[in-house]
């Protein structure tokens, strides 16, 4: 397993966390699909608690010399996708989480907690 990926998981989570983000999980996705090894899926209550965690995410893991390689969905979405490569970042409003359901749609992958990382 990437050691980097792992880094960085921890690196989100904890980014997460500090900002009272809301069910975070990690999906360790390595062994069903070639566009990273990890999801790592939060929650927020609003678009101000969304903006902070979206930050924090970036601040911390730039200070580690980690740069997104691409952003979708913009400070006005209810989901924001942040590519790091190895690891993708997810970052939803409690009802589009809801809708779109991605531990669903990746149950193939395995629920990893931080502790294992």
């Known amino acids: 397993m990437n050691n980097n990926a792992q880094e960085m998981v921890k690196i989100i989570y904890k980014a997460m966390d500090d900002k009272k983000a809301e069910d975070i999980k990690i999906l360790d996705i390595s ?23 979206i ?26 996708l942040i590519d790091y490569g190895d690891v993708v970042v997810h970052v939803f409003s409690k009802e589009d989480r809801l809708f779109y359901d991605l ?15």
Do not use: H, P
């Open 103 to 117: 531990e669903r749609i990746w149950r193939d992958g395995k629920t990893v907690d931080i502790e294992d990382i």
């Open 31 to 53: 062994e069903v699909s070639t566009i990273a090894d990890y999801f790592v899926i939060c929650s927020t209550a609003n678009s101000s608690q969304m903006e902070a965690v």
């Open 55 to 80: 930050d924090n995410i970036s601040e911390m893991l730039v200070r580690e010399g980690y740069e997104s390689k691409r952003t979708e969905g913009g400070r006005s979405s209810s989901w924001i």
